[in-house]
C-alpha cells in the first residue's frame, strides 16, 4: 500500500479546505488536499449568490457593522447558534473578504451615482457615495437588515474558488483529485489521518498528517430532490461517524430553498428574489405579502419555504407532470438585468428548462439545499472525540446557522471559518508531534479492504446499491421533509433501518477490474444511510419547531427543553444513533426573542443571569434585536 | 410522442489488459426536458453500473462532464437530448488522458499549465493590513476580469482545438484566456516581458492556427479567439518596443482591450 506523509491532510478542496490549506501552506507546512474531483469542480463553483460581511459601503448598507450582522445571523439561526462563534464570524468576515479582494477576486464594486435597485418587486432610486466608489459593493438578501451579501455578477462561488485555488498552486498545496477518503487512522484517542481510495485506479492508500481537516461539505444526496451537486454524499461525516468518537451536530436541521427549479433542482439563486423578483401562485398572485407582509420574499429561506408549501397545500399550486410548484418571476427586472446581474440564472433557465426568464416565468418549488448539521466542532474547529482532527464549512457543525441559516451566510462561512479555524490548525501543528502507529494504520486500512472483498464476493446476488439508495432518498422526501410529524418520522425511521441492514449485503452487478463507479456508491450507501437516520431520528426527538425543523404536532418554539444541541454517536453495529444534548451556546448575548417574521408562539427559557453575560464584559449585554 | 433513443457509448478500461476499444449501444425512452445527465444515468442505475462518466453539479457551472457528442465537444448537463438525432454517440475528450469510457483526467492536465503559467495574481500578500479598507476598483473592470474568470476548465476548446491535438506541450485557449485574466488585473504585478516569457512561444499565442474552433465549442461562450489576439498584439507591440516610437506605441496598446472586437 502506497503510504503519504504531509503536515495537513485536507479531506475536500472547495472553499473552505482550500482557504485552510492555503493558511497552512503559507506558514510554511506541507498540505495534502484530497478531492473527488479537481478542486474548481468542487460544489462550491455552483454558488452564485454571495457572501455575507458587514462592510456598509453600499448605500443599501450604511449603517451596517458586525454587531447588526451578528443579531441577523442569531436571529436567522431562531436562536439555535453558538453566539460566541457567531461573534467570531461576523468580526471576522469583513477582513476575510478584504483579503480575498487581495488575492485577486473580482467582487463587483460601488459605482458612485443614482441607481435604479428593487426592494418587493419596485423600482427605488438610491445614491451611492462618491467617496465609497470602487470598494466592495453588496446586494439584499434574505433575512438580513442591511444589504450586506458581497458578490461577482452571480459567480461568487466559481470567482472566489479560482482565486482560491490559484493561491494553493502559489503556496505549493499539493492536490491529489479523484481520491476519497473512506476511513480515519485513529488509536482511539488521537486522528492520524486517512485511508483513501484511489478514483482512478481502486488502489487503497494511506494518508498520515498530523492534523486532519474534513471539509467535504454537505451530505444533501440523502434527498431525492436536492440542490446539491452528486459528489455531496457525506463522505467526510461518515468517516468521523463511523468512528464511534465524533458526533454530529443537529443533523435534524435541514434547510429547504424556495427555489429550486422545476424538474431538475436545479438553484436559482436568492439574488433573484433580492434583486427584485415575486412568488407567484396558479392564479399570477403574489401571496407572499399576505403571509409575511414585512418581509414578503425575503423572509428566511426556511419561512418563505414553509409559505411556498402551505399555500400550494390550499390549492394554489400550478399542476405540472413532475408535481406541483409556484412560479418565480424576475420579467420587470429587464433583460439588461437578466443578462448581466443574473445571468447564471438566465442561462439555467434556457439551457436546462427551456424558458426565457426574461419573458416567461420560472417554475420552482422548495427543494432540499443545505445542511446545517455536520461534524461536531468546537469554536477553533477542532472536532469532538479526536484530537487533531479539524472540520469547516457545511461538513462542520460549527455552529453558526443554528437552526436555519441566512442565504450568503454559508458562502462566506467558507472562507471565513477556513481563516479562522486554518489559523487554529496552524497553531495546533506548532506545538504537536505524532507517533504514527503501524496498528491503526493497518485496523483502518483492513477495515476498509474487508468491506471491499465483502462487496465483491457478494457480486450480483447481492443488493443493488442504485436500488436502496433511490429508496433512502424517497423516505427521506415523504417522511423528514419540510413539514414533519410523530408518525410520519416513526415510520420513516423504521424504513431507513430496514434499508440500513440490507446495505450490509450490497453486490456489484457489473464487476470490472480497476476503479467502479459502482463500488463507489456502494461503499457510500451504509454510511449514508447513518447520516439518513441521525437526522431522522433526530427529528423524531426533537418536539419542538425551531427554524426549517418544523414539527407539525409541536408548533412551538420550546426554549424551555430544547434550548440546545443535538449529538448523535453511531456505536459499531448498532442500527440507530444514541442522541446526547448540550446547550445551544456557552452564553446568550441576544437574549432568545421572537425573530420578527415566521410567527409562531414561544415557550420561554428561564436562563440563569450568567448565561447571559458576556465573558470579559462588565455587564450584561442588552443589545436586543432590532425590530424589523 | 416520445422517442426511442439510441446511445452508443465508447467503452474502453485502460486498467483491464482484457479490455479493448469498443463502441457500446444502449436504447433509452426520452422524456420531456431530458438532458445526457438524465440519460446516462438512467443507463448507469438500470442497465450497466460500470460506465465511465463524470458529473458533479449537474447545472453547467463545474465543468466535469465534457465529452464529444455526436462529434462535438460540449458539456452533457445541459446538453437537451430533443436538441439532437435519436441516435446519439459519446466519446471521450481527447487529448486529456482517458481513466476509463467517457472519463478522461483534466484535472491533471490543467494544474500542469496552471503551474506553467503561474496563474496566480503576482502580488505581495504580506502587504495585506487586516485594519486598511480594500484597495479600489472600478466596477466596469471587475466585470471585465469575472468575465475571463468564468471559464469551468471542462476541456471542450482543448479538445476542439488543431493544435492540441498535434503537439502535447501547446497550452490551448482556456490557458491563454488565464493568462488574460491574469494581464488586466492591476492587482497582478507581472510586466509585458513576464508574459512574454510564459506564452510568447508556439505553445502559447504563437501556436494557435486559427481554426476558432475553440470559441465555437465553449459552453461558457467566454470570447476565447479576442484573449488570443490582444494576447498576440501585446507580445508583438513589446517585441517591437525599441523601435517604434513610444507615442505610436501607446495608442496601439490602449486600443483594446477585452472585450473589442479585431
Known amino acids: ?628 | 410522442m416520445s422517442r426511442r433513443l439510441h446511445l452508443e457509448i465508447f467503452r474502453y478500461n485502460p486498467l483491464d489488459p482484457d479490455s479493448v476499444p469498443r463502441m457500446q449501444s444502449f436504447y433509452v425512452n426520452e422524456y420531456d426536458s431530458m438532458t445526457l445527465f438524465i440519460a446516462l444515468n438512467l443507463i448507469r442505475e438500470e442497465q450497466d453500473p460500470g460506465v465511465q462518466f463524470d458529473f458533479c453539479c449537474r447545472a453547467g457551472i463545474c465543468g466535469s462532464c465534457g465529452m464529444v457528442i455526436n462529434g462535438r465537444p460540449g458539456l452533457a448537463c445541459h446538453t437537451q437530448t430533443r436538441d439532437l438525432p435519436d441516435h446519439i454517440v459519446l466519446h471521450p475528450l481527447p487529448v486529456f488522458k482517458l481513466i476509463g469510457d467517457l472519463s478522461v483526467d483534466t484535472g491533471t492536465w490543467f494544474r500542469n499549465v496552471g503551474k506553467r503559467i503561474e496563474a496566480w495574481v503576482h502580488t505581495d500578500d504580506t502587504a495585506f493590513n487586516p485594519a486598511d479598507e480594500e484597495s479600489r476598483m472600478e466596477n466596469a473592470l471587475a466585470e471585465q476580469i469575472f468575465e475571463l474568470d468564468r471559464c469551468v476548465e471542462c476541456g471542450c476548446c482543448i479538445a476542439a482545438c488543431g493544435t492540441a491535438r498535434m503537439r502535447e506541450d501547446f497550452m490551448g485557449a482556456a490557458t491563454i484566456n488565464r493568462v488574460a485574466r491574469f494581464y488586466i488585473d492591476p492587482r497582478d504585478k507581472r510586466s509585458d516581458d513576464d508574459y512574454y516569457d510564459v506564452i510568447g512561444n508556439d505553445e502559447g499565442v504563437f501556436g494557435c492556427m486559427g481554426l476558432l474552433g475553440c470559441e465555437d465549442v465553449c459552453p461558457k461562450k467566454i470570447p476565447l479567439q479576442d484573449q488570443l489576439g490582444i494576447m498576440r498584439r501585446m507580445l508583438a507591440l513589446n517585441s517591437v518596443k525599441g523601435i517604434l516610437p513610444k507615442g505610436i506605441l501607446d495608442r496601439l496598446r490602449h486600443k483594446g482591450c477585452c472585450h473589442e472586437k479585431h
Not at chain 1, 458578490?151 to 498552486?169: F, I, Q
Request: charged fraction near 20%.
Open chain 1, 1 to 628: 500500500m502506497q503510504i503519504f506523509h504531509t503536515d495537513l491532510l485536507c479531506i475536500g478542496a472547495g472553499l473552505a479546505g482550500e482557504r485552510v490549506a492555503v493558511e497552512a501552506a503559507m506558514a510554511g507546512f506541507g498540505v495534502t488536499c484530497l478531492s473527488i474531483v479537481p478542486p474548481r469542480r468542487s460544489h462550491s463553483s455552483a454558488a452564485q449568490g454571495g457572501m455575507q460581511a458587514a462592510l456598509g459601503n453600499a448605500v443599501m448598507g450604511k449603517g451596517d457593522s458586525p454587531d447588526v450582522h451578528f443579531a441577523d445571523t442569531v436571529k436567522g439561526s431562531d436562536w439555535g447558534c453558538d453566539q460566541e462563534v457567531a461573534r467570531i464570524f461576523a468580526d471576522t468576515a469583513p477582513i476575510v473578504m478584504r483579503e480575498m479582494a487581495h488575492w485577486g477576486v473580482p467582487w463587483n464594486r460601488v459605482v458612485a451615482g443614482t441607481h435604479t435597485y428593487y426592494k418587493g418587486g419596485k423600482p427605488f432610486e438610491a445614491e451611492e457615495a462618491a467617496d465609497k466608489h470602487g470598494l466592495i459593493h453588496a446586494r439584499a438578501f434574505g433575512g438580513t437588515a442591511k444589504w450586506r451579501t458581497c458578490y461577482t455578477a452571480d459567480g461568487t462561488g466559481r470567482a472566489v474558488l479560482n482565486t482560491l485555488d490559484t493561491k494553493c498552486l502559489q503556496y505549493g498545496v499539493s492536490i491529489h483529485d479523484r481520491t476519497q477518503a473512506e476511513a480515519l487512522i485513529h488509536d482511539g484517542t488521537r486522528c492520524m489521518g486517512a485511508i483513501v481510495r484511489c478514483l482512478k485506479t481502486g488502489q487503497l492508500m494511506a494518508y498520515l498528517a498530523r492534523a486532519t481537516l474534513i471539509a467535504t461539505g454537505g451530505y444533501g444526496r440523502i434527498y431525492r430532490a436536492t440542490t446539491n451537486a452528486v459528489i455531496c454524499d457525506g463522505g467526510g461525516q461518515i468517516i468521523a461517524l463511523d468512528t464511534g468518537l465524533v458526533p454530529m451536530g443537529n443533523m435534524e436541521a435541514v434547510q429547504f430553498h424556495p427555489t429550486g427549479t422545476v424538474p431538475t433542482d436545479i438553484l436559482v439563486t436568492e439574488g433573484c428574489r433580492g434583486d427584485g423578483g415575486t412568488l407567484l401562485d396558479v392564479n399570477g398572485y403574489r401571496f407572499m405579502p399576505d403571509y409575511e407582509p414585512d418581509k414578503a420574499e425575503l423572509a428566511s429561506r426556511d419561512v418563505v419555504s414553509r409559505r411556498m408549501i402551505e399555500h400550494m397545500r390550499k390549492g394554489f399550486g400550478v399542476p405540472s407532470p413532475y408535481g406541483e410548484h409556484l412560479w418565480l418571476d424576475i420579467r420587470h427586472l429587464g433583460e439588461r438585468h437578466i443578462t448581466t446581474k443574473l445571468r447564471e440564472v438566465y442561462d439555467i433557465c434556457t439551457n436546462f428548462l427551456g424558458v426565457d426568464p426574461i419573458h416567461q416565468l420560472i417554475p420552482v418549488r422548495p427543494t432540499h439545499h443545505y445542511s446545517m448539521g455536520g461534524v461536531r466542532v468546537d469554536k477553533s474547529g477542532a472536532a469532538y472525540g479526536l484530537s487533531g482532527l479539524f472540520s469547516a464549512g457545511e461538513s462542520a457543525c460549527w455552529d453558526m446557522h443554528g437552526f436555519n441559516r441566512l442565504g450568503g451566510n454559508s458562502l462566506a462561512e467558507t472562507v471565513v471559518a477556513g481563516s479562522y479555524i486554518g489559523k487554529q490548525v496552524v497553531q495546533f501543528l506548532q506545538g504537536t508531534e505524532v507517533d504514527f502507529s503501524s496498528a491503526a494504520i493497518r485496523n483502518a486500512h483492513s477495515k476498509v479492504a474487508e468491506r471491499i472483498a465483502r462487496i465483491e464476493s457478494n457480486g450480483r446476488s447481492g443488493e443493488n446499491c442504485f436500488t436502496l439508495r433511490n429508496a433512502m432518498q424517497d423516505v427521506m422526501m415523504e417522511h423528514v421533509g419540510i413539514f414533519r410529524n410523530e408518525a410520519d418520522l416513526t415510520a420513516g425511521v423504521e424504513k431507513l433501518q430496514t434499508l440500513l441492514e440490507r446495505s450490509a449485503n450490497i453486490g456489484l452487478q457489473a464487476p470490472s477490474r480497476g476503479f467502479t463507479p459502482e463500488m463507489s456508491m456502494a461503499l457510500r450507501l451504509p454510511g449514508m444511510l447513518k447520516l439518513a437516520l441521525c437526522t431522522a431520528y433526530g427529528a423524531l426527538m426533537r418536539t419542538e419547531s425551531r427554524g426549517a425543523h418544523t414539527r407539525e404536532d409541536y408548533p412551538e418554539r420550546n426554549d424551555r427543553d430544547w434550548l440546545n444541541r443535538t449529538l448523535a454517536y453511531w456505536a459499531e453495529g448498532e442500527t440507530l444513533p444514541t442522541l446526547k444534548y448540550e446547550d445551544a451556546s456557552p452564553y446568550f448575548e441576544i437574549p432568545p426573542g421572537d425573530r420578527g417574521y415566521g410567527g409562531g408562539k414561544i415557550i420561554p427559557a428561564d436562563l440563569p443571569p450568567e448565561k447571559l453575560t458576556v465573558p470579559g464584559r462588565p455587564a450584561p449585554h442588552t443589545a436586543t434585536p432590532e425590530k424589523q
